[in-house]
């Protein structure tokens, strides 16, 4: 597929040839996410110009952070060390888990500062069109971690995203953890900072009037 | 797109999926009223000033004006005209929501479906009034069927085609339909089916929905309604449905009494 008008990017006619080393790298650039064939063949060629010792660093990061990245046991985050540091900090508090979708939105969580309870990476949504069903992600994991921990949790909040399978990914667990007699809740939506109410959707709007708050 | 198409058009749509793109745009499927299902591109939805951010979930019942584009058409405007908000905080109705987007999506491909516009629409709307979930999905999976060339006989049987009695009706999944008394040996792979389960289904094909919604159906009943009705559609669309698992799931520890622990 291609987005707008565009050349193909080294096509067959390319003098290197369909299997060059340089079409590999562009290949392999270009399945990265949210890497186009443009961009992709813009960094290839980057890396092409750039000194041996240059790509040589970039080729050890690669390989070493899938050596050396295991996820946490206990929050199923992306870490050095199993448990995590996060986990292992005895001065977070042991009644909120925060459950989140990706391990990029624990690092979201955390520069807010505002949340000092634990974490669960639940490393996706369900997503059945996409054929991701609640098996493929970490939530068998979330809930032995809740039964086990014997309620030293006293909230699980679930902050998927606000989009409909994040939603319908938050409503799911709702149904499991409330079988464990534990509280639920959900991140607050509202309109946010830099945005106008004029182009807001109506959904986002209701929602914010809903959960207005007195100042 | 032919050549007289205008550069610049106005639609309704109803959101079915959305897939990652290049930079911050996002690929939305889309199914409209003349098109029917087709994939557009929403150009830096993921910013977060984006004006199209939140018009385009899954389910969303919009206005659109797109741009006509090389290959696929670009979502310029999105307003909403409704996300269903009632669907959006229950699970059943959620999951339910989720489920007829994507039979939706699996019965047809590009340019194809306008007529399960309308169809999806109501079917939309019912969920979030919270009418008779039953009559819903499987009046709409009946429909989706019908509209789609794949009507499933529900009073003949599919191999000598005679009318069949309720009691002595057997089932075929691959047959898309009922097999009566005489030919049961000679169709493979026939099951048994409740007259209860088939009379409830020949209501959801042939009644107005304001009638078959009347029909009271119990836990048991609606198991069995669905045992049927997904394995049908998952045989006629020739792939798995994923939906149609989470929602059985779903329905079934709904049954279970509060406070039990599940493993
Ligand atoms: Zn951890
Ligand atoms: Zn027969």
Known sequence: ?215 | MNARAPRVYSTQAIVIGQREFVEAAKIITILTPDIGKQDSVAKGILKPKSRLAGHLEPGTYCDLELAVGKNLDIIREAQTISRFRASQQNLMRLTTLVYVLELVDKYTVDGTGSDLFEPLLVTLKRLDIGENLSAVVHGFELMLLEITGFRPSLNQCVNCLSDVNSVQANWSQDGGGIVCGQCVSLVPNTSLIEPKVLKVLRAYQSWPYEESARITIDSYLEAQLSKIMHGLMKAFAERDIKSADLLEEVSWRKELPEGRVIS
């Open chain 1, 1 to 215: 597929m291609t987005f707008g008008d565009q050349e193909p990017i080294l096509g067959s006619s390319n003098p290197y040839g369909g299997s060059s080393p340089i079409n590999r790298l562009v290949s392999a650039f270009h399945m990265l996410p949210g890497i186009g064939p443009r961009s992709a063949q813009r960094l290839a060629y980057h890396v092409l110009r750039s000194p041996a010792s240059e790509a040589q660093e970039l080729a050890n990061a690669l390989l070493d952070v899938k050596e050396n990245i295991i996820l946490c046991t206990s929050c199923q985050n992306l870490a050095s060390s199993s448990p995590c540091s996060l986990c292992d900090d005895s001065g977070r508090s042991q009644d909120l888990l925060c459950v989140v979708e990706e391990p990029l939105d624990v690092v979201a969580i955390e520069r807010t500062g505002d949340f000092k309870g634990n974490y669960h990476v639940l490393h996706g949504v369900i997503a059945p069109r996409s054929g991701v069903g609640p098996e493929d992600l970490k939530i068998e994991e979330l809930m032995n971690r809740l039964r086990i921990s014997d309620n030293t949790f006293k909230e699980v909040i679930v902050a998927t995203n606000p989009s409909t399978e994040g939603e319908a990914t938050a409503l799911y667990l709702a149904q499991l953890i409330h079988s464990l007699d534990l509280k639920v809740t959900r991140l607050a939506r509202g309109l946010p900072t830099g945005s106008d109410v004029e182009y807001a959707d109506i959904d986002t709007l209701g929602r914010a009037l809903e959960f207005r708050h007195e100042i």
